[in-house]
């Protein structure tokens, strides 16, 4: 291949990588894509290997690793991605998602607000943070309130695409508990929107995820109604 057949050809690359981030486009939407292989390793020799590659990372931009501000970075950055950021990739740290029967007979709505997530875009590697509404309406059986806030975060631990971990989230809830009547509404700010790119920092993206008798328009109007009702209010 020629010169300016390979510089063209690089360019193009470069432009399909760009517009996909940007775009957030994702050819799976359900499942995080994960090699078969991909928990093979255990988390020291993960850990390991990923503070001497982001040692060489540091290197390449010239930053002094002998100073005692930096030399402890590339370990600190390999514990937070195993242990932190990323532990919602490994199975094993899934929260039990037991629950227990409806002695209340409670046959209403159930919505918990204002889940505070911290997630990290799959396309630039920087924060995504933001709140979720999640509901139910109870077939039989319900879950303990921080258990919701677990789920949401567990999810929230890894690469993502929030269209993703919406679903992600409606089809866990809807496993444990055994009903379709599930609701999930994400509103996020995200950094690679605002710190870089487009650099807009206004904007949030709001995703969305309705099951059984949420997909009735009288009970997604009175979730969302919920939702807003302490809008800009103090809690106590």
Do not use: W
């Amino acid at each position: 291949m020629k010169l300016n057949e390979t510089m063209s050809s690089t360019q193009h690359n470069d432009r399909k990588v760009d517009e996909i981030g940007d775009d957030h486009i994702s050819s799976n939407i359900f499942d995080t894509p994960l090699r078969p292989d991909a928990f093979e390793m255990d988390d020291e020799t993960k850990m390991a290997k990923i503070e001497e590659h982001f040692r060489e990372i540091m290197h390449i931009m010239g930053l002094d690793l002998a100073d005692d501000s930096l030399n402890g970075t590339p370990r600190r950055v390999a514990k937070m991605y195993v242990k932190e950021l990323f532990s919602g990739l490994n199975p094993k740290n899934l929260p039990s998602l037991t629950h227990f029967k409806n002695h209340y007979k409670y046959k209403d709505m159930l919505v918990e607000r204002d889940i505070m997530f911290h997630s990290n875009c799959e396309h630039h590697f920087v924060p995504i943070v933001g709140k979720a509404h999640v509901a139910y309406i109870a077939n039989g059986h319900v879950i303990g309130l921080s258990k919701l806030h677990r789920i949401v975060n567990h999810f929230a631990r890894r690469p993502q695409v929030q269209e993703r971990m919406t679903i992600q989230i409606g089809e866990a809830l809807k496993t444990v508990l055994g009903t379709e009547s599930v609701a999930v509404i994400l509103d996020a700010d995200h950094m690679c929107v605002s710190s870089r790119g487009i650099n807009d920092q206004t904007s949030s993206t709001v995703t969305s995820f309705y099951g059984g008798e949420f997909n009735n328009t009288d009970t997604r109007t009175e979730f969302i109604k919920m939702v807003g009702l302490r809008k800009n209010g103090m809690k106590y």
